[in-house]
């Protein structure tokens, strides 16, 4: 496959970059793909436990779903499920591997651009890092709350993976920047 045209200006405003990355194709992690693609060949055996502890352990893959789900909402629906395995109750197993066909994987999407993949692994390393902290925390407070509080977790930093994975050389000078002032931030 050859990698998606990477844009290098920054848009204007959020609104211009929101539509930018909902434009753009959202490519998940090698091991996700991987086992997603397994499943699929054995969709019977698969159940939304064990489907959404794949996803859940991939940020964007999380994202992706959540986001699918959120464009199904009905006009009854007063909620959007707010975890992976409630998203995938609500769709179907059937249903989701039609929606969510092979996907490409972040290396074939970055393929050239070896610092970007770099910047977006240390990203990544936040993530589920991140999210097992907030579980343990949630649980050890018996916050009914925890699985919601995982997920928002796991997708704390989704904003800079996708300017890593959608406008690597942006996210380099950011990077770059960054070192040479440790006072900057990346928002």
């Known amino acids: 496959r050859t990698p998606p045209p990477?844009?290098?200006?920054?848009?204007?405003d959020l609104q211009a970059w929101t539509a930018h990355c909902l434009a753009a194709p959202m490519p998940v992690l090698a091991d996700t793909a991987?086992?997603?693609?397994?499943?699929r060949a054995n969709e019977d055996a698969v159940d939304a436990h064990l489907l959404g502890e794949t996803i859940s352990a991939d940020p964007l893959?999380?994202?992706?779903?959540?986001?699918?789900?959120?464009?199904?909402r009905s006009s009854r629906s007063t909620t959007d499920p707010e975890t992976v395995t409630a998203?995938?109750?609500?769709?179907g197993i059937s249903p989701f591997f039609r929606?969510?066909?092979?996907q490409t994987t972040v290396d074939e999407h970055l393929s050239g651009h070896t610092e970007a993949l770099q910047g977006f692994h240390r990203v990544l390393r936040r993530a589920p890092r991140s999210a097992a902290f907030a579980l343990a925390f949630a649980v050890h407070r018996m916050d009914h709350d925890a699985p919601v509080i995982h997920v928002a977790?796991?997708?704390?930093?989704?904003?800079?993976?996708?300017?890593?994975?959608h406008a690597p050389a942006l996210a380099l000078h950011i990077?770059?920047?960054?070192?040479?002032?440790?006072?900057?931030?990346?928002?």
């Open 61 to 72: 893959m999380c994202l992706k779903l959540m986001a699918h789900v959120a464009t199904l």
């Open 175 to 187: 990077a770059e920047r960054q070192r040479a002032d440790a006072t900057l931030r990346s928002a």
């Open 87 to 91: 998203a995938l109750v609500m769709l």
């Open 34 to 39: 991987e086992l997603l693609e397994s499943y």
């Open 99 to 102: 929606a969510f066909g092979p």
């Open 153 to 165: 977790a796991l997708l704390h930093d989704f904003a800079e993976m996708l300017l890593w994975l």
């Open 6 to 12: 990477m844009t290098t200006r920054a848009r204007p």
